[in-house]
């Protein structure tokens, strides 16, 4: 056995109770009951698609693919059913890692009973399971088509931004815009996880650092916790540094990303840029590395003075993109010291985790009260003796887990229907900064 698998053994609980599909009426339930259901039926509505594009003569991908919808639709019907979950039954690296899990934490249990976070990770992960256990289909990214279409329906919005993101790089080494420049940045790969940055695009014949604060004022609204001038007083005073961005989702998220990742470099912050990504497709649009360069190929047309740099950058090591199994594993990120993974991030000067399922996953997923900390919901990843880097959580609040609130936040949402699970709202939450950074 591993280490880490040993390490495993040593069992880490989420430190409230888990968020699960058999609170009957929660954000978990419906999304079990509704709406991943209706992912899975997608998908084998897509593998239905390209099957009826094979030829006749390759009988053997075509019985493997009808194979791969039976697979899926027993899943569903089993989801649908609250069955109890079995094993992994492929032979990828992970299985191991994946039925070790199951077996020390919900053996024998129905999938409204487990976490939701195992859950819906386990959906991901059995979905390709039915890929892995054919001999034509191991490459097959069944949400392919939907990361292709979604990135197409921005491309507009992209260009329009990119020319104010052209007029930042023109001062990205002007002391008196880079804090405004930054915060702008950050806003935007902010919002880019709820894929509406078109609000935020103005005219661009307007002053910048002017049009920059009025961006950013407007994209502070609904920011329900907010540590962005802390973050930005941080990567303010760094010269040379590593940044890792632990990437969410393809297309249009990830363009916004970019932008941020080219100006740190631009502006000498930064000289290394990681990008962590996904190793199997996952929740739908995340970040393959396949998928960061067909990013990059389908934006090539709109921006192509960018997407030249951003090659350059590739090509020169600047920026470097990072697959690590632990993305897709089922462990809440109380688990992440115990793997490899964890001595990788701590080489950064700052970890930027994108998006709802890496905060779910650094918060455990679990009911706190809302005016917890952040950093004492995030468990060892923000305690001293950890000695983990500064962190960012970029989060657009699409699930109905969220922490440090003050009282008073938490009583004017209370009037908000659905704040929690709409993307009309986020955090900005930072920890491990130096006091210095506190503004
Ligand atoms: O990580 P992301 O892309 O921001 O969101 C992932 C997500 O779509 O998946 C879950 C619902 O199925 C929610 O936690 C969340 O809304």
């Known amino acids: 056995m591993t280490d880490h698998l040993l390490q495993q053994k040593a069992q880490i609980h989420a430190p409230r109770p888990p968020l699960a599909g058999k609170h009957h009426g929660t954000f978990a339930f419906y999304t079990i009951r509704d709406r991943l259901p209706v992912i899975l039926t997608k998908v084998i509505d897509d593998v239905y698609r390209t099957i009826v594009g094979i030829p006749d003569d390759e009988s053997v991908r075509i019985a493997e693919g009808k194979a791969v919808i039976e697979r899926i639709a027993a899943l569903r019907y089993a989801m649908q059913r609250d069955k109890r979950i079995p094993p992994i039954e492929d032979s990828m690296p992970d299985t191991a890692v994946w039925n070790d899990f199951l077996d020390t934490y919900w053996k024998g249990q129905g999938h409204f009973q487990v976490a939701w976070l195992f859950q819906e990770c386990y959906m991901y992960r059995k979905i390709r399971e039915a890929f892995a256990l054919t001999t034509t289909w191991t490459a097959y990214d069944p949400f392919l088509r939907e990361k292709q279409a979604s990135l197409a329906k921005g491309l507009d919005v992209l260009g329009a931004l990119s020319h104010h993101v052209a007029k930042l790089h023109e001062r990205a080494h002007d002391p008196s815009t880079r804090t405004v420049a930054l915060a702008e940045l950050l806003i935007y790969s902010l919002w880019g996880n709820a894929v509406d940055l078109s609000l935020l695009v103005a005219a661009d014949n307007v002053e910048v650092a002017a049009l920059g604060a009025k961006l950013v004022k407007k994209g502070t609204e609904g920011v329900v916790a907010n540590d962005l001038d802390v973050v930005v007083a941080h990567l303010a005073g760094l010269h040379g540094k590593r940044v890792d961005l632990v990437l969410d989702n393809a297309g249009f998220e990830l363009a916004a990303d970019l932008f941020l990742a080219d100006w740190l470099i631009a502006s000498g912050i930064a000289s290394s ?122 989060r657009t609040c699409k699930s109905d887990v969220c922490v440090g609130l003050t009282p008073a936040k938490v009583e004017e949402m209370a009037k908000v229907k659905d704040w929690m699970v709409s993307g009309h709202y986020a955090v900005i939450s930072g920890a491990n900064f130096p006091a210095a950074s506190r503004v």
């Open 273 to 394: 840029i990681v990008f962590h990504v996904k190793s199997i497709p996952w929740f739908v649009s995340d970040t393959t590395t396949a998928d960061f360069h067909a990013t990059l190929a389908d934006l090539t047309p709109i921006i192509p003075m960018f997407v030249a740099r951003w090659q350059s950058h590739l090509a020169s090591g600047a920026w470097r993109i990072h697959e690590d199994p632990f993305w897709t594993y089922p462990h809440a990120y109380y688990h992440l010291p115990s793997f490899p993974i964890f001595d990788t991030l701590k080489q950064a000067d700052l970890v930027v985790f994108k998006g709802d399922l890496n905060y779910r996953k650094l918060v455990f997923d679990c009911s706190w009260d809302p005016t917890t900390s952040f950093a004492e919901a995030i468990g060892p990843l923000g305690q001293k003796e950890t000695k983990f880097p500064p962190l960012v959580s970029l």
